[in-house]
């Protein structure tokens, strides 16, 4: 039976999946998530799929900002040392879609091209990165030992999501928008899987269904519903 993740923020809730040789990605990069809000972020983003342990370990993450007048964009980011150093060590881009529809499903995807640097974010299946805030300095990933996380920046920043996510990939290939495009509104057959390293489709449980064993654990007892995006 399809199902989503349910995350509540004020419960702290979000899903786990503990460091592994398949997920520790330095190069190419591809992150897809659907997610469907029930609040909007204020002052702290929320966060969507995440790798990052702490201030000096931090790989990627997508996350939603508040961007005040430019409205909630998305924004996919990629760490080569670890740090956050802005300006010479990570890539990202701000997507442009004003993503501000509590209860609409939203499909988001982030790749990331060593060769160029670049990173891209992608909108229900378009790419939607041009001429939006974006830097290009990362030529490779961060490679530490953080859980890839749902829902949840890092211990210690947190920025719980609100509301339902579902459909999450990992990808060690750059997808090409024409990929991306085709797969983004179903799920993925055996023969449509490779490069994919953790695919957790969230139909009731946190299982990873590429057989690499990369199982998200369920914190702060997160629910699972019927309301799914396809």
Do not use: C
């Not at 579902?166 to 990929?179: F, I, L, S």
């Not at 085709?182 to 055996?190: A, M, T």
């Not at 899987?193 to 969230?202: E, H, T």
């Amino acid at each position: 039976v399809n199902k989503s993740v349910k995350l509540i923020k004020s419960s702290a809730q979000s899903l786990e999946a503990v460091d592994s040789a398949s997920l520790s990605v330095t190069g190419p990069l591809t992150v897809e998530a659907w997610f469907k809000l029930k609040s909007l972020p204020t002052d702290e983003p929320y966060a969507i799929v995440s790798k990052q342990e702490n201030e000096s370990n931090r790989s990627w993450f997508i996350a939603l900002e508040n961007k005040g007048e430019a409205g909630y964009l998305l924004r996919f980011n990629v760490d080569q040392t670890g740090d956050n150093n802005t300006g010479t060590s990570i890539s990202y881009r701000y997507g442009s879609t004003n993503v501000n529809k509590i209860g609409k499903w939203y499909h988001v995807a982030g790749t990331y091209d060593p060769v160029t640097k670049e990173a891209r974010v992608y909108v229900n299946g378009k790419d939607d990165g041009t001429g939006a805030d974006y830097e290009s300095n990362a030529s490779s990933i961060f490679d530490g030992d953080a859980s890839i996380r749902i829902g949840v920046y890092m211990p210690g920043f947190e920025r719980y999501f609100d509301g339902k996510i579902d459909e999450v990939r990992v990808w060690n290939v750059t997808r090409t928008p024409k990929q991306i495009k085709k797969y983004f509104d179903q799920e993925l057959s055996q023969n449509q899987r490779d490069g994919l390293v953790g695919y957790w489709k969230l139909n009731g449980t946190g299982d990873d269904a590429t057989g690499n064993g990369n199982t998200m654990v369920l914190v702060n007892a997160p629910t699972f519903s019927n309301n799914t995006p396809f």
